[in-house]
């Protein structure tokens, strides 16, 4: 069984800064607890826009605090996300969040990250994986 605590993970190699400065996020369960996906409590800052693509993974993500717009490239749609709130990427799609008030939510992805990543040029996270026995 495996405890933690968002403040435990303050400030450790699970906490990361994203490198655009627009997000934080704390790493809760990674690949390298092998249970098929990972789970991360992510913080968008107000007045930010990220574009992201996660082309290599599928996320679902549920707003406890903040408020963002979403807006799929799919399809054109814009969405209001606001506490309570979930979706679901199941399609890979192209999307921006455009944050309105500081924007924390629950994440989750399959495949599992391993912590490392990053969004690259075109947003998306790069497929990492854990060397055998990590």
Do not use: Q
């Not at 390298?32 to 913080?43: A, Y």
């Not at 979930?86 to 495949?111: A, I, S, W």
């Amino acid at each position: 069984m495996i405890v933690r605590t968002f403040a435990e993970l303050e400030n450790t190699e699970r906490h990361v800064k994203s490198a655009s400065g627009t997000w934080e996020s704390k790493r809760i369960v990674l690949a390298r607890e092998r249970v098929g996906f990972s789970l991360h409590e992510t913080v968008l800052y107000a007045g930010t826009e990220t574009a992201m693509w996660y082309a290599n993974h599928v996320e679902a993500v549920v707003c406890t605090a903040g408020e963002a717009e979403l807006t799929d490239h799919e399809t054109g749609t814009t969405y209001t996300i606001t506490p309570g709130t979930m979706y679901l990427l199941d399609g890979h799609e192209r999307h921006t969040l455009r944050v309105k008030e500081d924007f924390r939510c629950l994440c989750v992805f399959n495949p599992p990250v391993t912590g490392r990543e990053d969004h690259d040029e075109n947003g998306v996270y790069p497929l990492l994986t854990e060397p055998e026995g990590a």
